[in-house]
């Protein structure tokens, strides 16, 4: 089916729960078994592309199991939905699975973590633009900033399965180590490219761990281990190399500027308040660029997005 035939049938499905586990301190995943026309609306899911899950019907987890920082606002309404992207989804004859990994940051993801296996989820979606492989495309860079390893896991399977003549690498950033969103932890985080994060390492791709902190791999923001690739492969060509990043703001500035310095192509999976997720609110505007001029205007996250060429984006916070 083609992402086009897809997109038609994006809408309002059920999706039943596989399971929903703990995967770190903060961190859950959930399996989602989409069936009939939701299977082949899913089917058509794009790295980088969105949907809407509805939390307002879910219940509240036990006073006890929730963290003391959120129990004050834990009881309160959820009444938006909230966007998310897979980190994961496999196409098998009319099933269609998908990962979805969370962090625990407030009441509509608390409700989350009671889900169970068998139980039911009203999602919207797939929704917006994901990320693009043009032609030619031999490396792909892949820059992950704390939860915005979802779409670029995603992605990373989907070059593994149907582009294994791009060489992929990551690296992948966060606060400390325990703020890494990981399924899988190694007993050694080490500080070069290496095959020992689970996470990527199952798809052939190496990968590059780095924390502010310096408590696991390279010790600083996880754009230096870009310049770094960079640096040692000055004589790759560089219309050959994409950067592909999903991740705090201010890092995806800075990624945009080391890409635009290197004049190596470079997309950015951008985060706003969506409330609507399909351009009715109008809540989650980006500041771009209008090519050839000087003048600016705002798309929308929801339908131009979540994806955009890094070149036209006008990034309101001060580089990494």
């Known amino acids: 089916m083609t992402q086009e035939r897809a997109s038609r049938k994006k809408g309002s499905h059920t999706a039943t729960v596989l399971s929903n586990v703990q995967a770190g301190e ?3 995943k959930l399996r989602f078994r989409f069936e009939g026309e939701a299977a082949q609306a899913f089917a058509g899911f794009r790295p980088g592309q969105f949907i809407q ?3 307002s019907e879910l219940a509240i987890p036990s006073i006890e199991t ?7 606002g834990a009881r309160r309404n959820v009444l938006l939905r909230r966007p998310f992207s897979f980190s994961d989804v496999t196409v098998e004859s009319n099933v269609t699975t998908a990962d979805l990994l969370y962090c625990i940051v407030g009441p509509a993801s608390l409700r989350m973590t009671t889900l169970r296996e068998g139980d039911t989820a009203s999602i919207v979606g797939p929704l917006g633009n994901g990320f693009a492989v ?3 495309t031999r ?3 892949l820059v992950v900033g704390g939860m915005g390893l979802p779409p670029i896991r995603c992605l990373a399977k989907s070059l593994s399965v149907e582009h294994p003549d791009i060489t992929a690498v990551a690296f992948i950033g966060s606060r400390t180590v325990n703020a890494l969103p990981l399924e899988e932890r190694p007993a050694v985080f080490e500080e070069d490219l290496s095959l020992s994060v689970p996470t990527f390492a199952t798809l052939g791709v190496p990968s590059m761990v780095a924390t502010d902190d310096g408590s696991a791999g390279h010790r600083g923001p996880v754009t230096e281990c870009l310049s770094q690739w960079l640096q040692e492969n000055a004589d790759r060509p560089r219309e050959e190399i994409v950067v592909y990043a999903c991740g705090p703001e201010r890092m995806l500035a800075a990624v945009a500027r080391i890409a635009n310095e290197k004049d190596i192509d470079c997309q950015v999976s951008m985060e706003r308040r969506m409330a609507c997720g399909i351009g009715l609110c109008q809540s989650c505007a980006i500041d771009c660029r209008v090519a050839g001029s000087d003048e600016t205007i705002y798309k929308l996250c929801c339908q131009d997005g979540p994806v955009f060429d890094a070149r036209e984006v006008v990034f309101g916070t001060d580089d990494a």
């Open 139 to 141: 490396i792909a860079l």
């Open 26 to 28: 903060c961190f859950w």
């Open 66 to 72: 929730i963290p003391v920082a959120l129990r004050n």
């Open 53 to 55: 899950f509805d939390t």
């Open 134 to 136: 043009r032609e030619g």
